[in-house]
């Protein structure tokens, strides 16, 4: 007992600096589990089927609303990569041929999707744009195919 009031600030500041090194750790772990929470999540999915003609979907998983302002898509093909942004892309309006622009840019609410158009579409469209050997890509497409969009 004379040992410990000999050394009671001693031990008073060391019992101090454990608590304080406890709290930090606290403090850090639910300043990650919030900053977890608060951090975009978006899934690149297919939906309506499998292969080429599969719905990209793109899903907003986070607690808030988020932005679309790029949409990349990355073609990977033997002669090289190719990407190209598909957040606007030119459609087809039906009778009369005339060529219409449609976006993808904007916001999208926690739990919402978004379909942007088929992977084949966007093959289509990249092709088109880098003026690509459609008949070329066709074949590799039999041989191995690599989806559009890199996994998530």
């Not at 302002?69 to 093909?77: E, G, I, P, R, Y």
């Not at 957040?87 to 904007?106: I, L």
């Not at 088929?118 to 088109?128: E, K, L, T, W, Y």
């Amino acid at each position: 007992m004379e040992w410990l009031n000999d050394n009671a600030q001693a031990i008073s500041a060391v019992t101090s600096i454990c608590t304080l090194l406890v709290w930090v750790f606290y403090a850090q772990l639910l300043y990650n589990g919030y900053v977890r929470q608060r951090r975009p999540r978006i899934i690149v999915n297919r939906g309506k089927g499998v292969g080429t003609n599969a719905l990209c979907l793109i899903s907003n998983m986070s607690s808030e609303a988020i932005y679309i302002q790029h949409l990349v898509a990355v073609l990977h093909t033997h002669e090289g990569v190719y990407e190209l942004d598909v957040v606007e892309y030119q459609q087809q309006s039906g009778d009369d041929d005339e060529a219409c622009y449609r976006t993808h840019q904007g916001p999208l609410a926690s739990g919402d999707y978004l379909h942007i158009q088929s992977f084949g579409s966007i093959v289509d469209q990249i092709a088109q744009h880098w003026q690509l050997d459609q008949d070329a890509l066709h074949r590799q497409s039999k041989r191995s195919f690599h989806d559009v969009l890199p996994p998530c």
